[in-house]
């Protein structure tokens, strides 16, 4: 993570993103840093997922564990890490039960009614667990749902590359290797989770 300082040095930021505080500006840039390390072609929900992975967890790491080891901000890098793959347990769950309904290809009305339930129910834990805002998902908006998960897919997994808070470096070298130039990098991710055994049910 001391890279973290020299690659800061060597990338200004813009000033809006300079005047953060320190956790999540750090986050910030080591998700953008990410991007400038890998990128799959065709999947944007992997490569924003991954660098969510990246900045977050990294974050945790560098104020729990690094250079910016700090107990305050290290609670803070936790919380916002769980609140973030939280959020996105309930996301993909409405994501998941909204392409039942689809599949099953019901009345368009029926249809319209079951969305709208679901939204309301990831609306209402969203709410009740502050996780975000309702209006993130009600009334149901399917555009915003899917750009939402683009930041949010499949992050459990992610985590369980480098549970705790330490150095997540090894795990996201792993991860470049595995999926660049994958056709589905999300298969990758699955195999190097399942090889640590907590691949993400579901």
């Not at 683009?150 to 985590?159: N, P, Q, S, V």
Request: with cysteine.
């Amino acid at each position: 993570m001391i890279m973290f300082f020299v690659v800061l040095l060597l990338h200004p930021l813009l000033s809006v993103t300079a005047e953060e505080q320190p956790v999540p500006l750090v986050a910030t840039v080591l998700h953008e840093l990410f991007h400038q390390t890998l990128y799959v072609p065709g999947e944007p929900a992997f490569n924003e997922s991954a660098a969510t992975f990246a900045g977050d967890r990294g974050a945790v790491a560098f104020f729990c564990d690094g250079p910016g080891a700090d107990a305050s901000r290290c609670d803070r890098a936790r919380r916002g890490w769980d609140r973030t793959r939280a959020r996105g347990r309930i996301l993909t769950r409405l994501a998941g039960k909204l392409r039942r309904v689809y599949a099953s290809q019901p009345e368009p009305a029926a249809r319209e009614r079951a969305r709208e339930w679901l939204a309301a129910a990831a609306a209402g834990s969203l709410a009740h667990y502050h996780l975000g805002d309702a209006s993130d998902v009600d009334p149901p908006n399917n555009a915003r749902l899917l750009g939402a998960l683009l930041y949010a897919t499949r992050l459990d997994d992610f985590e369980a590359l480098a549970p705790g808070d330490g150095d997540p470096g090894p795990a996201l070298r792993d991860l470049v290797a595995a999926a660049r130039g994958r056709a589905d990098p999300f298969a990758a991710l699955a195999a190097l989770a399942a090889s640590r055994g907590k691949l993400q049910s579901g």
